[in-house]
């Protein structure tokens, strides 16, 4: 039972645009939404994150949004640059059913054309 | 300033051998993890520890055992290895578990059964 899901395995933009990345979720219980970017052969590193009782974080040209009816998160990049080339992991977090939970997405690969 | 350091980076076992992952974090956080990354199925928790002393069950823990040597190491020990183990494995830190907490990760352990 996949509780967080990242729909799209990857994403092509060119290099100034806005790179929209999604992410669906499925326990109400969470109450943190965390990005984080990978590059090869490295860990994933903290990008931006969310509490539930907002519905918008903005960090640079990072952009959180969060529709908690819709149980639905994106990330936007604006402008994307290709240093911004990496995969992207949504986590969520929380306590559910008496354990702790950080449970991440599948990941979405994003390349910025240049 | 090291961060999260995992040992060993790549690694070849043989079906039915053993072996321990090592991972120690220099930031005298409280909270250490262990995921696992496959292709297709993101990031997920095999073990974690709240705090020295203290270790649970993630998602995927079946086939694993942890240690929490002390404030500033977590290993993971795979008892006899299956093909189903080959991944990447990834050592995480906090300062505490939940909430709004950012994880910081180790570059990873490649880890082949043959």
């Known amino acids: 039972d996949q509780q967080v899901k990242q729909n799209s395995p990857s994403l092509s933009v060119q290099e100034g645009r806005i790179s929209i990345l999604n992410c669906d979720y499925t326990n109400s219980m969470f109450d943190y939404f965390l990005w984080y970017k990978k590059y090869p052969a490295e860990g994933p590193t903290f990008l931006i994150s969310?509490?539930?009782?907002?519905d918008k974080n903005e960090d640079g040209r990072f952009t959180v949004f969060l529709n908690k009816s819709a149980k639905h998160l994106s990330l936007h990049i604006v402008p994307s640059q290709p240093g911004d080339s990496a995969v992207y992991f949504c986590?969520?977090?929380?306590?559910?059913?008496?354990?702790?939970?950080?449970?991440f997405g599948t990941g979405t690969r994003l390349k910025v054309l240049a | 300033n090291a961060g999260v350091t995992q040992t060993p980076k790549f690694q070849v076992l043989k079906t039915g051998q053993s072996m321990t992952l090592q991972c120690a974090q220099d930031m005298n956080h409280n909270s250490m993890y262990w995921y696992r990354q496959d292709p297709g199925m993101g990031l997920r928790l095999i073990y974690y520890s709240a705090s020295e002393g203290t270790t649970d069950k993630g998602e995927v823990p079946n086939g694993y055992n942890v240690s929490r040597l002390n404030k500033r190491e977590f290993s993971l020990r795979l008892e006899s290895a299956a093909p189903s183990q080959t991944s990447v494995y990834f050592c995480?830190?906090?300062?505490?578990?939940?909430?709004?907490?950012?994880?910081?990760f180790g570059s990873g352990t490649q880890l082949s059964v043959l």
């Open positions: 969310i509490s539930s009782i907002k």
């Open positions: 995480a830190s906090s300062e505490r578990p939940g909430g709004n907490e950012k994880l910081f």
């Open positions: 986590a969520a977090t929380g306590f559910t059913s008496g354990t702790y939970k950080y449970i």
